[in-house]
T-cell receptor, first 116, second 115 residues
Framework: AQSVTQLDSQVPVFEEAPVELRCNYSSSVSVYLFWYVQYPNQGLQLLLKYLSGSTLVESINGFEAEFNKSQTSFHLRKPSVHISDTAEYFCAVTPGSGAGSYQLTFGKGTKLSVIP | GAGVSQSPSNKVTEKGKDVELRCDPISGHTALYWYRQSLGQGLEFLIYFQGNSAPDKSGLPSDRFSAERTGGSVSTLTIQRTQQEDSAVYLC?????????????FGAGTRLSVL
């Protein structure tokens, strides 16, 4: 079984400041990793994913995450946030193969509030 | 359709009543998933359909919950004899392929309130 821990439930940050949202996971098998974003009253949208290859993955809106196998982490970062980044962010994992390799296990979410 | 469509967007019901939640996946997506998002438990997997295979019901919290997928497309999640702890947002997702390579696209959800 897999588990995901998002260490911060809420992160306030000033506009144009950098931000890091932390995610750690636990799994006995190799995993695929995802960050989803949920804007108010909307569904989840995929922000970025790590499947294999380069451990640094980027999204089209300036976010990036780095897969660190030794630390079992997949932290999300952005060097300069905008008001429009205010949302809740969910880290998720799924087994790379085998039983349940379609079932996303989510962290509890981190609410990012960007302050003007 | 352009995305995953869920209806209704909001549902208020009385304790003990049955409810049906509908999900219309992205056209051509063979896999369909239901998740529940609640304040206490976060996001939880409920059930998974893939083509004509038997669904994975391992996440359903009790036998009051059931789901079906007709014709490999639209899915209905049914909750019988609703309880207050069933209050949550029910999210549906679909994907084109299996496993982690099948990126899951989510609908906006149905917010269920059990009074």
């Amino acid at each position: 079984a897999q588990s995901v821990t998002q260490l911060d439930s809420q992160v306030p940050v000033f506009e144009e400041a950098p931000v890091e949202l932390r995610c750690n996971y636990s799994s006995s098998v190799s995993v695929y990793l995802f960050w989803y974003v949920q804007y108010p009253n909307q569904g989840l949208q995929l922000l970025l994913k790590y499947l294999s290859g380069s451990t640094l993955v980027e999204s089209i809106n300036g976010f990036e995450a780095e897969f660190n196998k030794s630390q079992t982490s997949f932290h999300l970062r952005k060097p300069s946030v905008h008001i429009s980044d205010t949302a809740e962010y969910f880290c998720a994992v799924t087994p790379g193969s085998g039983a349940g390799s379609y079932q996303l296990t989510f962290g509890k979410g981190t609410k990012l509030s960007v302050i003007p | 359709g352009a995305g995953v469509s869920q209806s209704p967007s909001n549902k208020v019901t009385e304790k003990g009543k049955d409810v049906e939640l509908r999900c219309d996946p992205i056209s051509g997506h063979t896999a369909l998933y239901w998740y529940r998002q609640s304040l206490g438990q976060g996001l939880e997997f409920l059930i998974y359909f893939q083509g004509n295979s038997a669904p994975d019901k391992s996440g359903l919290p009790s036998d009051r919950f059931s789901a079906e997928r007709t014709g490999g497309s639209v899915s209905t999640l049914t909750i019988q004899r609703t309880q207050q702890e069933d209050s949550a947002v029910y999210l549906c997702a679909s994907s084109l392929a299996l496993g982690g390579l099948g990126i899951q696209y989510f609908g906006a959800g149905t917010r269920l309130s059990v009074l």
